[in-house]
């Protein structure tokens, strides 16, 4: 199983339709795919259509009560392979019991290695917040992808995640290998492709040499979910997500290698 953290501090950068997006294409290659909502916007369980009121059950159980099975608060999707555990807008209220609880910092690493071999890969959709939920994600995670937008003060934002990134390695003494997407990359205009250059200098072959368009006609979590046919990817910001999934496979599998 690889546990994949899809993380930026800065809001509306791509993070949820970069879950939803990765997380298809894993299912449709015939992965087994877990996907879990840290955030209390819930964008992904209501791209999912679960409504958030009456309460879901989901993510906030398994911190209220450890001994949860993750499988009791999974949900089937409409995808083959593809499930999801929902997020409830009470998870805003975790950082504030955290203090009085300790060692909720791992409920979620928990919750997933006893799982077992039920899923190939997990994916986290993190709230744009450091706090509990994201600190979670990112002891449990095997690779952490941040997207971002191509756009001047979104560099500071992913600066501010990559130490993030660097101070959570530290702790749990376990590599945390970082790989950054651009999204919603306009490349008509001068300051798309200036600040993709930047990125690419500042960050080197951490940031896939490519970019993922502003593509507003299909990009919605509606078309993401749609069951569209097997191996079809409308739309240009689909298929790129394609060739970053692509990205993506080659360097997990380069950086098993050098574990090895
Ligand atoms: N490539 C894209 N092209 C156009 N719109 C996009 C693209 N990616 C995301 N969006 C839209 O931008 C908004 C923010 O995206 P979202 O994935 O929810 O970001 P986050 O989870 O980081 O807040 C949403 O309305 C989403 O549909
Ligand atoms: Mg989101």
Redesign the pocket.
Known sequence: MRVWAIA?Q???????????ALGRGLAMRGSRVLLIDL?P?A?LTRAFGVASEPPPSGVLNLFDDPSTELARVVRPSEIEHLSFVAAQTALATLERRSATQPGLGLALSNAISRSGTAYDYVLF?CP?TLGLLMVNALAAADHLII?TQTEPLALHGLNGMCRTADMIERSRRRPLPVSVLP???DRRTRTGTDTLKTMQNQHGARVWNDA?????RI???EALTETAPVGQYPGR?LS?YRRALDWLLDTESRLMEQAA
Do not use: F
């Open positions: 930026n800065k809001g509306g950068v791509g993070k949820t339709t970069t879950t939803l955030d916007h964008s959709d744009p997207p999204t919603l990359h993922i368009p502003n593509d507003t990009c919605t979590v910001a790129a």
